[in-house]
């Protein structure tokens, strides 16, 4: 998806890069990234709760929601819609929802592995600095593989 905000060419200076195998089907795993009940449930790292204001997955739509650290801050999020295809993607920008934060560009496959489904979470950031500070700051990455495997233990006990 070519975006102003984030210049074409190589970009993996600028990327995180995700994925996980659930043994559940797709369709159920992309229900359970896509309807509030669901996500409200597993969405953030270890310690995070999440309060969901408004969550409507379709391209234009927005997903408002605060993440609740163990130490008590609060991170609000915003998240901007442009490609929804059920159960196979999903296309965003993720912010803060402040003035001036660009956020990251985010593509998500869901593909299917015989009963299972992999999950590649890609996202790309306006700069390598960006990227930098948010890996060190916010510990993305650690927090992207405690998010995933939260989910996992979600779909085990809704019975996946």
Do not use: C
């Amino acid at each position: 998806m070519e975006n102003k905000q984030y210049p074409s060419g190589d970009t993996s200076d600028r990327e995180i890069v995700l994925s996980r195998v659930f043994d559940a089907p797709r369709e159920l795993v992309f229900e359970v990234w896509t309807q509030a009940e669901h996500v409200a449930q597993w969405w953030g790292p270890n310690g995070f709760t999440s309060t969901i204001y408004e969550m409507d997955v379709r391209p234009g739509g927005i997903w408002r929601l605060t993440m609740h650290g163990p130490d008590g801050t609060d991170y609000p999020n915003l998240i901007k819609y442009y490609e929804v295809v059920p159960p196979e993607k999903l296309v965003y920008n993720h912010s803060s929802g402040e003035p001036g934060d660009p956020g990251f560009l985010v593509t998500i496959l869901f593909e299917t592995e015989g009963e299972m489904t992999r999950v590649n979470m890609h996202s790309i950031f306006v700069t390598k600095e960006v990227r930098d500070m948010v890996v060190e700051k916010y510990h993305a990455i650690e927090g992207g593989k405690q998010t995933l495997a939260r989910m996992g233990e979600y779909l085990k006990k809704i019975g996946a």
